[in-house]
């Protein structure tokens, strides 16, 4: 018998909140020289998060063909971009771009790009605070400092212009020895099992239907590392991204 994994796919419902389209304003700027932006806004962060102890950070780029199995929380994925499609494929931007994720995601692999950068400190913080939280778990937040080359604004979205999916992964080890692992997928509304509404935006990792203030859902990272796959586990402080259906 296989382990269950400790990821799960959710959206948040909408619960009253505005509709979210395809036409995310982060996203759509970087659309056109993608890999021109993807290094320029990675480039950034690995300087910023330089180590006091290394002379150089780097960076470095690297491209699969991951078998979908691997990916944690791709079935449910494909049934978000079904439903996506499903609400939205009457517009003919949205049914292009739902139905070539649909096909891509029905082959044995997808092509996935991991950004890694080395001599860095790694996303310190946790899910509701420091540069982890300002990265994977907000928008218009940022933790650098003045002067730092980014502010993890809307330079963040770059990697998910080049997502066929719109879905990154954020994994880290920190100085300390800590890790994580978070998936996000930047869709659109749609309707869930429950036939509910959702938020565009969804995470990937551990959910709590009732773990926070209040009886809120919690959507956390993995930040066990018997539960992340080895294929995404890093052996020394730093951060990797991976593009998942790198286009």
């Given amino acids: 018998m296989s382990k269950e994994s400790a990821f799960s796919l959710r959206f948040p419902e909408l619960r009253g909140g505005p509709v979210q389209g395809l036409n995310d304003a982060g996203v759509e700027n970087f659309l056109g020289a993608i890999d021109t932006y993807v290094a320029r806004e990675c480039g950034q962060n690995t300087g910023d998060a330089k ?13 699969f063909d991951v078998p979908v199995e691997q990916i944690p929380g791709f079935d449910q994925l494909r049934e978000a971009l079904q439903a996506c499609l499903a609400r939205w494929g009457e ?32 996303l310190t913080g946790a899910d509701d605070s420091g540069r982890w939280f ?18 993890f604004g809307i330079g963040k979205s770059s990697p998910f212009a080049a997502s066929r999916f719109r879905t990154v992964f954020y994994g880290t ?8 692992l978070q998936g996000v997928s930047r869709l659109a509304t749609h309707a869930n099992a429950s036939r509910k509404l959702t938020q565009g935006v969804g995470f990937i990792g551990v959910y709590d239907a009732v773990g926070g203030e209040g009886g809120d859902p919690v959507f956390r990272a993995v930040r066990r590392e018997q539960d992340i796959p080895a294929f995404f586990r890093r052996n020394e402080p730093g951060t990797d991204i991976w593009v998942i259906g790198y286009a």
Wanted: neutral net charge; aromatic residues 6%.
């Fill in 51 to 63: 180590r006091d102890d290394v002379a150089c950070a780097s960076l470095e780029f690297d491209r």
């Fill in 91 to 122: 517009k003919p931007k949205e049914h292009r771009f739902f139905q070539q994720a649909i096909d891509m995601a029905k082959g044995k692999t997808v092509p996935v790009l991991r950004i890694s950068d080395f001599g860095t400190t790694g």
């Fill in 134 to 151: 300002a990265l994977v778990k907000s928008q218009g937040v940022s933790e650098k400092g003045e002067g730092a080359g980014g502010s």
């Fill in 173 to 180: 080890r920190t100085e300390d020895g800590g890790v994580a």
